[in-house]
């Protein structure tokens, strides 16, 4: 008996092989590379560790990098939780199972759309020559940089189009715990003399919090990490840390600032990973409530 249990948990541990190769060979790996690279001074032929890389990723424009990445996200991310919460409660209070489908299966499509795509879609459409921004100013004399004082190659464009796919997948996200709410919930509050917006500060509210903070995370850290679509609306010239990496990795400024891309790699790595966690944790919180 015994012998067939251990056996069962050998094949178990067996199964996780392919997934453990996977977070070793493209996770741990890298990451272990960039913390090598991090701390490596001089060239390969000579050179020594320390933290004169790391020194320089927080100083100067790589710092000033750091904080636009860092605002940049957390403003978009707040927005597009918001916009997301609202989004997905009216989808999921209507009585159209059919629209909640069409939602749902936008959402997922919406939520994997960026990079260049993205960034051409956004062009096409809002850009200085966009066919919207033509038709605008053509028939109605409307310039959307001039009057509606919307720059779509500036930061605050990046962020317009960041929305395109943070708020879908917000609604991915806090969709199942909108869902978990019970009727009966709602029902005991109202029986004890609760108004609609008590039964949302003190009974909804509470539950979801955690799970929206966890939410706002999770878009943080996609926002804080996503590169190509500033670097084609931008051409680059944005400061955040993902194109400053670019810079220094492919030598567009200096050349041999690898090491120093490696560590704003690793600066973005110290913000992310608490944030994941933090996710993971408020995960747990909610679901003992929704289960």
Known sequence: ??????????????GLVPFLGYVGVFFLLPTGVIVYSAFQV??????????????????????????????????VAIIAAVLGVILAYAVTSGRGQMLQRVVSTSAAVLANFGGLPLAFLFVAAIGNAGVLTKLLQDHLGVSLRDDLHLDLYSQ??????YLYFLVPLM??????????????WREA?????????????????PVLLPHFLGSVALLFCTSFSSFATADALTNGTLSITPLQIESAVSGNVLVGQENLGAAMALNMIVVVVPLTLLYQYMQNRTSRWLQ
């Open 1 to 14: 008996m015994r012998t067939s249990v251990r056996s069962a948990r050998a094949l178990g541990w067996l």
């Open 42 to 75: 001089g060239d390969d032929a000579n050179s020594s560790f320390g933290t004169a890389n790391v020194t320089a990723a927080l100083k100067g424009a790589y710092l000033t990098g750091l904080k636009n990445s860092v605002v940049l996200s957390l403003v």
């Open 156 to 161: 605050a464009g990046v962020q317009f189009v």
């Open 171 to 184: 609604v991915l996200v806090i969709t199942p715990a909108l869902e978990g709410l019970r009727p009966e």
């Open 189 to 205: 509050a109202e029986s004890l003399g609760a108004r609609g917006w008590q039964y949302w500060r003190y009974v909804a509210g």
